[in-house]
C-alpha cells in the first residue's frame, strides 16, 4: 500500500512536468509566426508573461508582498527570466534540434547546483553524468571544419546559458518548495517580463531589435493564446518541481527534446544530423543517470 502511494504521490507531479514539456517543446512554432507577424520573441514573451502576473496578482494580491520580502525568490524571478528570453529568442533564430540538446545540458549545471544550493553529494555517478554531457557538448559543438568546440551562433551561446537559468530554476524550485505557490509562481512569470523586457529595451535603443508593431488581430490573439498555455505550463512546473528532486525533474523534462526535435524534423524548424545524434545521444544518457540516482 505504502509502495502504491508513493508512485501516485510521485506520477502527478511527473504528469505535470511532462505537460510543461510539452508545451515548451512545441513553443518555437507560434513563436516563430509570432515573429513573422513582426513581434520580436522578446517582446513576445514579454506579452505572454505580463498577462500571467496581471492574473496571479489577481486572484492572489499578497504574492507581490511576498516576492519583495524573500530576496530567495528574486534568484527564482532572475533564473525565471533568463530561462525565457535565452530559450525563445533561440528557438526562433536556431535550429531547434541544436539548441534544444544544447539546452539540455541541464544535467551538468544541475549537479553542480544542487551541491551548493540543496547540499547534494557529488557521487560517482555524479561525475559521470557531467563527463557524459561535457561529451556531448563537445560533439554537438565541435565545428565541421575544426577549431574549437565553442557557440557557432547567437542561438548556441542562448542555448547554453538558457539551459543553465533552467537548471537554476528547477534547483530553486525545489529549495523554496515551502514556500506559497503563488509567491513562486508570481516571480517565475515577472522574471520573464522583467529579463526579457529590460533586454528588448536595450536591444531596441540600439536598433538590434524592432519596438512592437501597432495592436492587431492576429498577433495580439496569438500573443493571449500562448498567455494561456504559459500559464498551465509554468504552474504545473513549479507544482512539479517543488515536490520531486532536482535530478529527477531533470530526466522528466527530457520529453522536451522528443517533443521539440520530432515537430522541428515534421514542420522544417531543423535538421538531424549524426554529430547531432552522437552528442544528443550523450547529452540524453547524462540525463538519464540523473533519474536513476534516486531522491535527494
Do not use: K
Not at 95 to 103: A, I, N
Not at 166 to 174: E, I, K, Q, W
Amino acid at each position: 500500500m505504502q509502495t502504491s502511494n508513493a508512485r501516485s504521490a510521485g506520477f502527478w507531479p511527473a504528469l505535470c512536468l511532462a505537460f510543461n514539456a510539452l508545451v515548451w517543446g512545441l513553443s518555437w512554432w507560434p513563436f516563430r509566426q509570432l515573429q513573422a507577424l513582426g513581434l520580436h520573441p522578446l517582446w513576445a514573451t514579454v506579452l505572454v508573461y505580463l498577462v500571467a502576473v496581471a492574473a496571479i496578482l489577481a486572484v492572489r494580491p499578497g504574492a507581490l508582498r511576498q516576492l519583495v520580502r524573500t530576496p530567495a525568490l528574486w534568484v527564482l524571478l532572475a533564473a525565471s527570466g533568463t530561462t525565457n528570453a535565452a530559450f525563445n529568442w533561440a528557438m526562433v533564430i536556431g535550429d531547434v534540434v541544436r539548441v534544444v540538446l544544447l539546452f539540455y545540458l541541464m544535467p551538468l549545471w544541475a549537479v553542480l547546483l544542487a551541491r551548493v544550493l540543496l547540499g547534494e553529494a557529488l557521487t560517482a555517478r555524479a561525475a559521470l553524468r557531467v563527463v557524459l554531457a561535457l561529451a556531448g557538448a563537445v560533439v554537438v559543438l565541435w565545428p565541421a571544419g575544426g577549431g574549437w568546440p565553442l557557440p557557432a551562433t547567437l542561438a548556441d551561446a542562448l542555448g547554453l546559458v538558457g539551459g543553465f537559468s533552467f537548471a537554476l530554476n528547477n534547483v530553486m524550485l525545489r529549495r523554496e518548495a515551502a514556500r506559497p505557490d503563488e509567491g513562486r509562481a508570481l516571480a517565475m512569470f515577472a522574471g520573464g517580463v522583467i529579463v526579457a523586457g529590460a533586454l528588448a529595451v536595450v536591444l531596441a535603443l540600439q536598433g538590434e531589435v524592432a519596438w512592437p508593431p501597432a495592436p492587431a488581430a492576429p498577433w495580439v490573439l496569438g500573443a493571449l493564446f500562448l498567455s494561456a498555455l504559459f500559464l498551465l505550463s509554468n504552474l504545473a512546473l513549479q507544482y512539479g518541481a517543488a515536490r520531486l528532486p532536482a535530478n529527477v525533474t531533470a530526466v522528466v523534462m527530457l520529453v522536451e527534446v522528443v517533443f521539440a526535435s520530432g515537430s522541428a524534423l515534421l514542420l522544417g524548424g531543423g535538421t538531424l544530423t549524426p554529430p547531432l545524434l552522437i552528442g544528443g545521444a550523450l547529452i540524453v544518457a547524462a540525463a538519464v543517470l540523473a533519474g536513476r540516482e534516486g531522491p535527494t
